[in-house]
């Protein structure tokens, strides 16, 4: 099971940079940017402000990962789930 990357030019900060991430991630980051009612570009900004020494690509994939398992903790605590 694998995913193509997927290389997109973004601007962060007044430069323009490429990440590089799988579909799934990207399509993760849509989700997000929709739900919280902003860009995908201001969200990996966002990403990029709060990544200190981090790969952006890592930073992203990790922001992805911690947004999902909230959203599946809070879904388990809202249906009486185990901890």
């Known amino acids: 099971m694998g ?3 997927l290389k997109r ?3 962060i900060a007044g430069h323009r940079t490429s990440i590089s ?3 799934p991630f990207w399509e993760g980051l849509r989700e997000i940017a929709e ?3 902003i860009s995908v570009q201001a969200l990996i900004g966002r990403i ?3 990544r200190g020494e981090q790969n952006l690509s ?3 994939r990790v922001f992805v990962l911690n947004d999902l398992r909230s ?3 809070s879904a388990d605590q809202r ?3 185990a901890p």
């Open 9 to 11: 030019s973004v601007s």
């Open 3 to 5: 995913f193509a990357v």
């Open 21 to 23: 991430l799988e579909e």
């Open 71 to 73: 959203r599946l903790e």
């Open 48 to 50: 990029d402000a709060e």
């Open 35 to 37: 739900r919280e009612k």
């Open 58 to 60: 890592s930073a992203i």
């Open 79 to 81: 249906i009486g789930g």
